[in-house]
């Protein structure tokens, strides 16, 4: 059947035709582009529906309110509540008392909140018919009511009737479940308890933490927050529920955002495996398309061809990446729920949400990709000397350019990229960077296996010189093989020194901040459970103990509450901080009058863009702290910026001397064990507390940091693999191309055996080229990696170290992979006759 | 109407090796003539430069009242796609397109469809004898018989100028004097005008007039077999 138009004979010559030529390549660069966007959108989705579950459940708190009026840590006095209330344009003022209250028996803690009954019900109507459904317990049981959220229910596995354990304090405090709210009324895992309950039993009498405001009908918001801004004392702050729903996801926005494009490493690896086999593919029909051209097809008709074949890839890849990323999404959902390992969705359960807008955007991103690694090798294409690739056809194929002026050029933006701020608070300039400097590596590859072909040994065996001579003619095919596997190595290269670097870091840094011998935990920032003074007093008397020092956490507001950083009171010499605290910065000024010495975390001073010997206010307890930066250290543990204060200085502000942490540290010859058995006598019974030594501690904190980076590995293999079918496409597309030769070989007397070992020394050359310029660019990405992407997400600096083992062991794995695909490649060819080789025409 | 003026040509290397020198040639529809020389001697480039696949450093080429050096690359494509045919020493068909398709391409591009590219596909194949083997890929092909694929594509849509360079080059005696007499009736018949580069003196007897390529110019050495 003749085609009936020049489109349908065109695609036919220029794009079907090819594809199907080469099926095996075609599905391997589907499958490239499929696994990346695969990857890049499962990731995506379950990040995306873990942050969305935590956003509604934090908006969920603040039901059909306007506004709201929030107190840091122990919140504001209730004297304001009737004050606010009668302001002109609210309408109903409902307070809350809000408490992480510490769970006894199980990890973590379970948001309490304390509501009046009456009030909150005109804000979340759905509370009325949740309380007159709720089912009353059969039988009359000791223990204040509480209803919970569904999802609470569900984490805990508690139905009406069951006795909720709570503690306060180191005091055990038992509610009895009165009902499960509906999930559209309460999203957040939470109990609701009556007001007047929750400021008697979790001793906060007099105080509410937030003001629920709906407004009048009418009623201009900017006004009301004007009115509010005039009469709330320090400390108190006006937010509205979007804001805090914002808030509550942007903690885990870095996370998120660097996961998704590490998942997007596997599609930028596929869109260099699409750029080699295209690249391949120009390489070996520079004759088509030569005469195509002399057959009347423009450059222009050319180029389009081209750049649509590499669109078919990339669509189809896509389309199905979809749907692979969607299934693997649910997958990952189903079996490890939606937190991924760093802990910031830890007991989240949301369910998987397609938006087809999400849907279509990594579908063009993966098309986009494969139009984009089609694009050099289709101007390439439109771009051939008709007349010399007709006489000549692929001579071009030994020619190497070196592009110094281009890989210089890319390379001094990719540096000149790095001094751009974050944006969005994103370290998109550190990615484009990374993006570059790859690109970069890339088009220096020819310039690099050129210099290694110059110095490589002679050795009188026939496998080597004619591996050697083959390289040196097809240099453009051998360097456009190795290029995906450049980018996935280079990237791998360079997460693993990130990584090792952040494990080393951690590691030192976790024995820097834990020179005691036993630490104690009651609980942590904002939870209700504590040791009061005289515990503390109980401790220190223990045979054994030499000495004690305590912690206290709280919340603080600063820059007028436009910002929320986490207090850390510690007894600590401001002489010596940095005996105490990891500094990175510090200063040998003195403390101005009137100002108390604090040091911050880097996340603080980069928030508040401070350095050492600054000064600041913040405010706590509702009185203004005039602090002076001490130092400025570093912190792996806190999602959010941390102040350090002394505990003295900290009681004498707020008259708190509850405290979170105890740290204990033995006399001489005292037996950790019967330290231990002592402190398990003193604090009663069945209360929850954390004692660790520091080799647990350290323990655990390298478990998790490793839970946290086990997909990071999963991720960078597969991106390795899909470097690897780069170099698998390329040698068995030269080696089909080479079975006239191989038959001229066996012809002149070559043995199979000498030329698979020919082909193992072609693919393991190819390897080391990878390997190399991985290994180089690698690092230098890692620097990026580790100073500047890090630094912008995290606020975090750490200490480089390379794992030269897992490097050499990886490096000399890829050399024997590549050298196995090559032979492996070459059966076919080795397998077929020789006579019928030779004869052939194509 | 092919009028070639004066042409010159030199190749770019470190020191420029001039390749064609005052070349001047005319030919009328119906003409058929055979260009021949040494290797290296230009028969290549000339054709190149009559394609306008190339550019003459100096004179001038005119097809049909068209002068190719005031023509962009874009012109110069259209312009070969509709007036244009060729046949290669190596065959060039497409591995992608069956025999069949090779032969409709420059239909199509041209934008010829329906019952008229069928009967004239099936006119061309019959007369070079592979109207059994139209659906075939060109690689189960012989030498010859893609050759007679590429004579048939070179004249489908009825060209005003073919070019032909060392059309028998890879073709054994029997299969050459085939292919030879193919393309002389089918120019005839279609009145295009006819360019053979040849080493053959064998092929140059098929044509009108003979010129030899040497590095003063073209000159006519002996009038064919019309």
């Given at each position: 059947?003749?085609?009936?138009?020049?489109?349908?004979?065109?695609?036919?010559?220029?794009?079907?035709?090819?594809?199907?030529?080469?099926?095996?390549?075609?599905?391997?660069?589907?499958?490239?582009?499929?696994?990346?966007?695969?990857?890049?959108?499962?990731?995506?989705?379950?990040?995306?529906?873990?942050?969305?579950?935590?956003?509604?459940?934090?908006?969920?708190?603040?039901?059909?309110?306007?506004?709201?009026?929030?107190?840091?840590?122990?919140?504001?006095?209730?004297?304001?509540?009737?004050?606010?209330?009668?302001?002109?344009?609210?309408?109903?003022?409902?307070?809350?008392?809000?408490?992480?209250?510490?769970?006894?028996?199980?990890?973590?803690?379970?948001?309490?909140?304390?509501?009046?009954?009456?009030?909150?019900?005109?804000?979340?109507?759905?509370?009325?018919?949740?309380?007159?459904?709720?089912?009353?317990?059969?039988?009359?049981?000791?223990?204040?009511?509480?209803?919970?959220?569904?999802?609470?229910?569900?984490?805990?596995?508690?139905?009406?009737?069951?006795?909720?354990?709570?503690?306060?304090?180191?005091?055990?405090?038992?509610?009895?479940?009165?009902?499960?709210?509906?999930?559209?009324?309460?999203?957040?895992?939470?109990?609701?308890?009556?007001?007047?309950?929750?400021?008697?039993?979790?001793?906060?009498?007099?105080?509410?933490?937030?003001?629920?405001?709906?407004?009048?009908?009418g009623a201009s918001p900017v006004q009301v927050r004007q009115r509010l801004s005039e009469i709330l004392p320090e400390g108190v702050q006006v937010t509205t529920p979007d804001a805090a729903a914002s808030d509550a996801s942007r903690l885990s926005r870095a996370y998120r955002s660097n996961l998704t494009a590490l998942a997007l490493v596997a599609l930028f690896t596929g869109g260099f495996f699409v750029y080699s086999t295209q690249s391949l593919a120009t390489l070996r029909r520079r004759r088509e398309f030569a005469l195509l051209h002399a057959l009347g097809v423009t450059r222009r008709q050319q180029l389009l061809l081209t750049l649509l074949g590499g669109a078919i890839v990339g669509i189809a890849g896509a389309l199905i990446g979809i749907v692979a990323g969607l299934a693997l999404a649910q997958l990952g959902i189903s079996a490890v729920g939606a937190d991924l390992g760093a802990g910031y969705f830890r007991g989240a359960a949301p369910t998987l949400e397609l938006h087809f807008a999400e849907a279509a955007a990594f579908c063009l991103l993966g098309a986009a990709v494969a139009v984009l690694g089609t694009l050099q090798p289709a101007i390439e294409a439109a771009r051939i000397p008709t007349a010399a690739a007709l006489k000549a056809g692929d001579v071009a194929s030994g020619e190497i350019h070196g592009h110094g002026v281009l890989v210089a050029v890319v390379l001094l933006l990719a540096f000149a990229v790095l001094w751009l701020p974050p944006a969005a608070g994103l370290p998109l300039p550190g990615y484009v960077s990374i993006g570059l400097l790859i690109i970069g590596t890339v088009i220096a590859m020819p310039t690099v296996l050129r210099a290694l072909l110059d110095r490589a040994p002679a050795f009188q065996a026939v496998p080597w010189e004619m591996a050697v001579a083959h390289l040196r003619g097809t240099a453009r095919h051998a360097t456009l093989s190795v290029s995906a596997i450049v980018v996935s190595f280079s990237l791998m290269v360079a997460m693993a020194i990130m990584v090792t670097s952040f494990r080393h870091s951690l590691d030192a840094w976790t024995q820097r901040l834990l020179p005691a011998d036993l630490y104690l935990r009651a609980g942590y920032v904002g939870q209700s459970s504590h040791f009061d003074p005289a515990t503390v007093e109980r401790l220190r008397s223990i045979d054994g103990v030499a000495k004690l020092q305590v912690s206290r956490f709280g919340e603080v507001s600063v820059a007028n509450g436009r910002s929320t950083l986490t207090l850390i009171a510690r007894e600590l010499d401001p002489a010596h901080a940095g005996d105490t605290l990891w500094l990175e910065q510090s200063t040998n000024a003195a403390v101005p009058a009137g100002a108390v010495p604090v040091w911050i975390s880097q996340a603080a001073a980069d928030e508040l863009d401070l350095r050492a010997g600054a000064t600041f206010t913040f405010t706590l307890a509702g009185r203004s702290v005039n602090a002076f930066v001490d130092g400025v250290w570093r912190d792996y543990e806190h999602a959010r910026g941390v102040i350090v204060m002394e505990w003295q200085t900290y009681v004498a502000f707020t008259g708190d001397q509850a405290t979170n942490s105890v740290w204990l540290w033995l006399a001489p010859g005292a037996s950790e064990s019967a330290v231990q058995q002592q402190i398990r006598e003193l604090l009663p019974a069945g209360t929850e507390y954390d004692m660790r030594t520091p080799r647990e501690l350290r323990r655990l904190s390298l478990q998790a940091f490793d839970r946290t980076f086990a997909v990071t590995y999963v991720l960078e293999l597969i991106a390795v693999v899909i470097g690897l079918f780069g170099i698998a496409a390329g040698t068995s597309a030269q080696v089909l191309a080479r079975r006239r030769e191989f038959g001229v070989l066996r012809h002149i007397g070559l043995t199979r055996a000498q030329i698979a070992a020919t082909l193992a020394i072609e693919g393991a050359g190819l390897g080391a080229l990878g390997v190399i310029t991985g290994l180089a660019a690698g690092a230098l990405v890692s620097l990026?990696?580790?100073?500047?992407?890090?630094?912008?997400?995290?606020?975090?600096?750490?200490?480089?170290?390379?794992?030269?083992?897992?490097?050499a062991v990886l490096s000399l794995a890829l050399v024997i992979s590549a050298a196995l695909i090559a032979v492996i490649s070459g059966r076919q060819a080795m397998r077929g006759d020789a006579v019928a080789a030779v004869k052939e025409d194509w | 109407m092919l009028l070639v003026e004066n042409l010159h040509k030199s190749f770019v290397a470190a020191t420029p090796r001039p390749v064609l020198r005052n070349v001047s040639l005319a030919a009328r529809p119906g003409d058929y003539v055979a260009i021949v020389g040494e290797s290296g001697s230009g028969k290549s480039t000339l054709l190149n430069l009559i394609a306008g696949l190339d550019t003459p450093d100096a004179g001038r080429i005119v097809l049909e009242g068209q002068d190719l050096a005031a023509l962009d690359d874009a012109s110069r494509t259209r312009l070969r796609r509709a007036r244009m045919g060729f046949v290669f020493q190596a065959f060039h068909l497409l591995p992608h397109l069956t025999v069949e398709c090779n032969v409709a391409l420059p239909l199509a591009l041209n934008g010829i469809s329906g019952p008229a590219a069928r009967e004239r596909i099936d006119e061309l194949l019959?007369?070079?004898?592979?109207?059994?083997?139209?659906?075939d890929s060109p690689t189960r092909l012989s030498g010859g018989e893609m050759q007679r694929v590429a004579v048939a594509r070179a004249l489908v849509h009825r060209p005003g100028l073919v070019l032909a360079d060392e059309p028998t080059g890879n073709l054994d005696a029997e299969s050459a004097a085939e292919i030879l007499e193919l393309l002389r009736a089918q120019l005839k018949r279609d009145n295009a005008i006819g360019i053979l580069v040849t080493h053959s003196t064998i092929a140059a007897a098929t044509t009108d007039c003979t010129y030899r390529l040497t590095a003063s110019g073209l000159a006519a050495i002996a009038a064919g077999s019309a």
């Amino acid at each position: 059947m003749i085609p009936r138009t020049a489109a349908q004979v065109l695609l036919q010559a220029g794009v079907f035709g090819p594809l199907r030529h080469a099926p095996g390549r075609t599905l391997l660069a589907i499958a490239a582009i499929a696994l990346g966007v695969a990857l890049g959108f499962a990731i995506y989705l379950i990040n995306r529906v873990a942050a969305d579950e935590v956003a509604v459940a934090a908006r969920s708190l603040f039901g059909l309110a306007d506004l709201a009026v929030e107190g840091m840590g122990a919140g504001f006095d209730e004297g304001l509540y009737p004050t606010i209330a009668r302001l002109p344009g609210v309408k109903v003022a409902s307070p809350v008392v809000q408490v992480e209250a510490k769970l006894v028996g199980r990890r973590g803690a379970l948001t309490v909140l304390g509501m009046d009954v009456f009030r909150s019900r005109q804000l979340q109507p759905a509370f009325a018919a949740a309380d007159s459904g709720a089912a009353a317990p059969e039988q009359p049981v000791a223990g204040e009511p509480i209803f919970l959220s569904a999802s609470a229910a569900r984490s805990l596995q508690l139905q009406p009737g069951d006795t909720l354990h709570l503690q306060v304090g180191l005091q055990p405090l038992d509610f009895i479940v009165a009902g499960v709210l509906p999930a559209a009324v309460l999203e957040d895992r939470a109990g609701v308890i009556d007001i007047a309950t929750a400021q008697w039993r979790f001793d906060r009498l007099g105080k509410l933490s937030r003001l629920n405001l709906k407004l009048a009908s009418g009623a201009s918001p900017v006004q009301v927050r004007q009115r509010l801004s005039e009469i709330l004392p320090e400390g108190v702050q006006v937010t509205t529920p979007d804001a805090a729903a914002s808030d509550a996801s942007r903690l885990s926005r870095a996370y998120r955002s660097n996961l998704t494009a590490l998942a997007l490493v596997a599609l930028f690896t596929g869109g260099f495996f699409v750029y080699s086999t295209q690249s391949l593919a120009t390489l070996r029909r520079r004759r088509e398309f030569a005469l195509l051209h002399a057959l009347g097809v423009t450059r222009r008709q050319q180029l389009l061809l081209t750049l649509l074949g590499g669109a078919i890839v990339g669509i189809a890849g896509a389309l199905i990446g979809i749907v692979a990323g969607l299934a693997l999404a649910q997958l990952g959902i189903s079996a490890v729920g939606a937190d991924l390992g760093a802990g910031y969705f830890r007991g989240a359960a949301p369910t998987l949400e397609l938006h087809f807008a999400e849907a279509a955007a990594f579908c063009l991103l993966g098309a986009a990709v494969a139009v984009l690694g089609t694009l050099q090798p289709a101007i390439e294409a439109a771009r051939i000397p008709t007349a010399a690739a007709l006489k000549a056809g692929d001579v071009a194929s030994g020619e190497i350019h070196g592009h110094g002026v281009l890989v210089a050029v890319v390379l001094l933006l990719a540096f000149a990229v790095l001094w751009l701020p974050p944006a969005a608070g994103l370290p998109l300039p550190g990615y484009v960077s990374i993006g570059l400097l790859i690109i970069g590596t890339v088009i220096a590859m020819p310039t690099v296996l050129r210099a290694l072909l110059d110095r490589a040994p002679a050795f009188q065996a026939v496998p080597w010189e004619m591996a050697v001579a083959h390289l040196r003619g097809t240099a453009r095919h051998a360097t456009l093989s190795v290029s995906a596997i450049v980018v996935s190595f280079s990237l791998m290269v360079a997460m693993a020194i990130m990584v090792t670097s952040f494990r080393h870091s951690l590691d030192a840094w976790t024995q820097r901040l834990l020179p005691a011998d036993l630490y104690l935990r009651a609980g942590y920032v904002g939870q209700s459970s504590h040791f009061d003074p005289a515990t503390v007093e109980r401790l220190r008397s223990i045979d054994g103990v030499a000495k004690l020092q305590v912690s206290r956490f709280g919340e603080v507001s600063v820059a007028n509450g436009r910002s929320t950083l986490t207090l850390i009171a510690r007894e600590l010499d401001p002489a010596h901080a940095g005996d105490t605290l990891w500094l990175e910065q510090s200063t040998n000024a003195a403390v101005p009058a009137g100002a108390v010495p604090v040091w911050i975390s880097q996340a603080a001073a980069d928030e508040l863009d401070l350095r050492a010997g600054a000064t600041f206010t913040f405010t706590l307890a509702g009185r203004s702290v005039n602090a002076f930066v001490d130092g400025v250290w570093r912190d792996y543990e806190h999602a959010r910026g941390v102040i350090v204060m002394e505990w003295q200085t900290y009681v004498a502000f707020t008259g708190d001397q509850a405290t979170n942490s105890v740290w204990l540290w033995l006399a001489p010859g005292a037996s950790e064990s019967a330290v231990q058995q002592q402190i398990r006598e003193l604090l009663p019974a069945g209360t929850e507390y954390d004692m660790r030594t520091p080799r647990e501690l350290r323990r655990l904190s390298l478990q998790a940091f490793d839970r946290t980076f086990a997909v990071t590995y999963v991720l960078e293999l597969i991106a390795v693999v899909i470097g690897l079918f780069g170099i698998a496409a390329g040698t068995s597309a030269q080696v089909l191309a080479r079975r006239r030769e191989f038959g001229v070989l066996r012809h002149i007397g070559l043995t199979r055996a000498q030329i698979a070992a020919t082909l193992a020394i072609e693919g393991a050359g190819l390897g080391a080229l990878g390997v190399i310029t991985g290994l180089a660019a690698g690092a230098l990405v890692s620097l990026i990696l580790i100073h500047v992407v890090n630094r912008q997400s995290f606020h975090w600096s750490m200490d480089v170290a390379v794992p030269v083992i897992a490097l050499a062991v990886l490096s000399l794995a890829l050399v024997i992979s590549a050298a196995l695909i090559a032979v492996i490649s070459g059966r076919q060819a080795m397998r077929g006759d020789a006579v019928a080789a030779v004869k052939e025409d194509w | 109407m092919l009028l070639v003026e004066n042409l010159h040509k030199s190749f770019v290397a470190a020191t420029p090796r001039p390749v064609l020198r005052n070349v001047s040639l005319a030919a009328r529809p119906g003409d058929y003539v055979a260009i021949v020389g040494e290797s290296g001697s230009g028969k290549s480039t000339l054709l190149n430069l009559i394609a306008g696949l190339d550019t003459p450093d100096a004179g001038r080429i005119v097809l049909e009242g068209q002068d190719l050096a005031a023509l962009d690359d874009a012109s110069r494509t259209r312009l070969r796609r509709a007036r244009m045919g060729f046949v290669f020493q190596a065959f060039h068909l497409l591995p992608h397109l069956t025999v069949e398709c090779n032969v409709a391409l420059p239909l199509a591009l041209n934008g010829i469809s329906g019952p008229a590219a069928r009967e004239r596909i099936d006119e061309l194949l019959t007369a070079v004898g592979l109207s059994d083997r139209r659906d075939d890929s060109p690689t189960r092909l012989s030498g010859g018989e893609m050759q007679r694929v590429a004579v048939a594509r070179a004249l489908v849509h009825r060209p005003g100028l073919v070019l032909a360079d060392e059309p028998t080059g890879n073709l054994d005696a029997e299969s050459a004097a085939e292919i030879l007499e193919l393309l002389r009736a089918q120019l005839k018949r279609d009145n295009a005008i006819g360019i053979l580069v040849t080493h053959s003196t064998i092929a140059a007897a098929t044509t009108d007039c003979t010129y030899r390529l040497t590095a003063s110019g073209l000159a006519a050495i002996a009038a064919g077999s019309a």
